[in-house]
């Protein structure tokens, strides 16, 4: 696992409160991590999930889009799998990986300040607000960051407690110190 390049991802944000153009297509794949399921529409990936057990990523997929049907396409998606767990174990990737991102447009301006936080730095929930001009808004920055379900490519994992401690990650607050720690270690050797 390496420091990973966001400048792999197009971020391609839907109208706020759009919905994914369905059907949501997913795959899966193992990473350093753990198994990666991936969901795609027709506009790109719209979801990455990190966990240990692939059908609860999938239960967790259906979770995040439950009116959109879903279907299994692993030979068709192996392409984009292949890139993502490239991406995630190596920070390498053949192209471009294209994202469809939904959300409100709350959501979609804290997403935005986190792919702008720098490799092997963090944040706090309290600074993403006022870096949003909304310094009131810590409550809804923590809300934000648990809708994100494009694990890594958008780095929830960067955001910290304002002591500097970790807290809850979607996929695992194992993972996220992981990442954490590999990202400010290689940021140090650079």
């Known amino acids: 696992m390496k420091t990973r390049s966001f400048s792999t991802f197009k971020y391609n944000f839907r109208a ?3 919905p994914v153009e369905g059907p949501i ?3 899966a794949g193992q990473t350093v991590l753990g198994s990666v399921l991936i969901g795609r529409s027709h506009r790109g990936i719209c979801s990455i999930f990190l966990g240990e057990d692939p059908q609860a990523l999938r239960d967790q997929l259906g979770e995040a889009f439950p009116t959109i049907e879903l279907q299994a396409e692993q030979p068709l998606l192996q392409h984009e799998v292949n890139q993502i767990v490239a991406f995630i174990d190596q920070d390498v ?3 471009v990986i294209n994202l469809d991102i939904g959300g409100t447009a709350f959501e979609q301006k804290v997403w935005r300040v986190l792919c702008s936080i720098p490799t092997g730095q963090t944040r706090s929930y309290s600074e993403v607000a006022r870096n949003l001009g909304a310094p009131e808004a810590v409550r809804a920055v923590a809300g934000a960051y648990a809708a ?3 694990a890594i490519a ?3 994992h960067r955001v910290v407690r304002s002591d500097g401690s ?3 990650y979607r996929w695992g607050i194992e993972r996220k110190r992981a990442l954490l720690a590999e990202e400010s270690a290689e ?3 650079v």
């Open 166 to 168: 970790i807290s809850g």
């Open 25 to 27: 297509r997913f795959a």
């Open 154 to 156: 958008i780095p929830c």
């Open 148 to 150: 994100n379900v494009l």
């Open 16 to 18: 706020p409160g759009s």
């Open 187 to 189: 940021e140090s050797a």
């Open 93 to 95: 990737t053949e192209g």
